[in-house]
T-cell receptor, first 114, second 114 residues
Framework: SAVISQKPSRDICQRGTSLTIQCQVD?????MFWYRQQPGQSLTLIAT?????????ESGFVIDKFPISRPNLTFSTLTVSNMSPEDSSIYLC???????????FGPGTRLTVL | GNSVTQMEGPVTLSEEAFLTINCTYT??????LFWYVQYPGEGLQLLLK?????DKGSNKGFEATYRKETTSFHLEKGSVQVSDSAVYFC?????????????FGPGTSLSVIP
């Protein structure tokens, strides 16, 4: 399985500011995803990060709030914009390769918004 | 649409007790089924998977059998340890060779006490 790293691992931010989370994979992967896990909850898919094109967002998530970049097959960023306390969550990056049905996850970024 | 249901937690067990976490699913066709584990403060790790009916996935003493007739994928372990304390997520994916959204259950929190 791929080795996935995320930076930062945690952060405490003030409301109204933005935070960019990085996801790096040690091998080229086909699909990269961003999830949100609110406290005590399951995972919710935010978007699929598409290499060289705009991300595909799930219902309830918009590009203005969660801009995503994927400049190549091993790297993606998620920005949480104009943050409010409701954005306090764990944000997880995951990857999947062609011809497999398994997603592998990064360690997550724990965000607290004051 | 596809869905996953898990038994509600939290589950508290004594060390060396037998563990069962129930998982049932609704899906068309023959999805792949997964158990992920999230240890405190960490991301999700793939624990085991099964891709067709009657397959048994196993890892670290955990087992789960893909039961098509009961649409279930219950997680079992014969003797739990304190280090097994974590949140366990049952999940499914409908596509075996290309991308489809992974559907996660709500998670079951397990605490093992000495």
């Amino acid at each position: 399985s791929a080795v996935i790293s995320q930076k930062p691992s945690r952060d405490i931010c003030q409301r109204g500011t933005s935070l960019t989370i990085q996801c790096q994979v040690d091998s080229q992967v086909t699909m990269m995803f961003w999830y949100r896990q609110q406290p005590g909850q399951s995972l919710t898919l935010i978007a699929t990060a598409n290499q060289g094109s705009e991300a595909t967002y799930e219902s309830g998530f918009v590009i203005d709030k969660f801009p995503i970049s994927r400049p190549n097959l091993t790297f993606s960023t998620l920005t949480v914009s104009n943050m409010s306390p409701e954005d306090s969550s764990i944000y997880l990056c995951s990857v999947q390769t062609t011809r497999t049905d398994t997603q592998y996850f990064g360690p997550g970024t724990r965000l607290t918004v004051l | 649409g596809n869905s996953v249901t898990q038994m509600e937690g939290p589950v508290t067990l004594s060390e060396e007790a037998f563990l069962t976490i129930n998982c049932t699913y609704t899906a068309t066709g023959y999805p792949s089924l997964f158990w992920y584990v999230q240890y405190p403060g960490e991301g999700l790790q793939l624990l085991l998977k099964a891709t067709k009916a009657d397959d048994k996935g196993s890892n670290k003493g955990f087992e789960a059998t893909y039961r098509k007739e009961t649409t279930s994928f219950h997680l079992e372990k014969g003797s739990v340890q304190v280090s097994d304390s974590a949140v366990y997520f049952c999940a499914l994916s409908s596509m075996k060779t290309s991308y489809d959204k992974v559907i996660f259950g709500p998670g079951t929190s397990l605490s093992v006490i000495p």
